[in-house]
């Protein structure tokens, strides 16, 4: 059976790391997504990654989300009602996709994510943090677990 383990990032290079480490140690790259909140480029306020360009030019240039981990082909920039325009890398960007109108938490729950955990994630997005996940065979979680603790991640659960 497989768990969903889940982490919540600062940064999208932390994220990064850490889908980067996943995949040096033998996961899956089509297990591995990130979620993060874009704010709307030249605003003041807006993440920005360290070279100074929006996670939205990042994700076309390959230099954030999905870059760095190659999960550039499963990346999706989608428009949350009440959350506004986030940026999904990996295979929540499909279950997202279809789950517009339950926001995160709804694409969460085809994940294993009980809804009120969903919410408490789709909070930190909203507040301008990064969730990353991955889907690890029972035997893997707690070095999944590790790894995004490792390179940053706080409230790290599995389910």
């Known amino acids: 059976m497989s768990k969903?383990?889940?982490g919540v990032f600062d940064d999208t290079h932390q994220a990064e790391r850490a889908a980067d480490e996943l995949l040096r140690r033998g996961?899956?790259?089509?297990?591995i997504s990130i979620v993060a909140r874009e704010s709307a480029r030249g605003h003041e306020g807006s993440r920005r990654d360290h070279g100074g360009s929006s996670i939205t030019s990042g994700v076309a240039t390959g230099g954030a989300i999905g870059g760095a981990a190659g999960l550039l082909a499963g990346v999706g920039a989608l428009s949350i009602p009440g959350i506004g325009p986030i940026v999904a890398a990996g295979p929540i960007a499909a279950a997202l996709s279809g789950a517009v109108t339950g926001g995160i938490a709804g694409g969460l729950i085809d994940w294993g994510i009980p809804e009120e955990a969903g919410r408490r994630y789709e909070e930190h997005v909203k507040?301008?943090?990064i969730v990353a996940m991955v889907k690890a065979d029972d035997d893997?979680?707690?070095e999944a677990s590790e790894i995004f603790r490792r390179n940053g991640a706080k409230d790290v659960e599995s389910h």
């Open 140 to 142: 893997k979680v707690e």
């Open 4 to 6: 969903t383990v889940l």
């Open 27 to 31: 996961f899956d790259r089509k297990e």
């Open 127 to 129: 507040s301008g943090k």
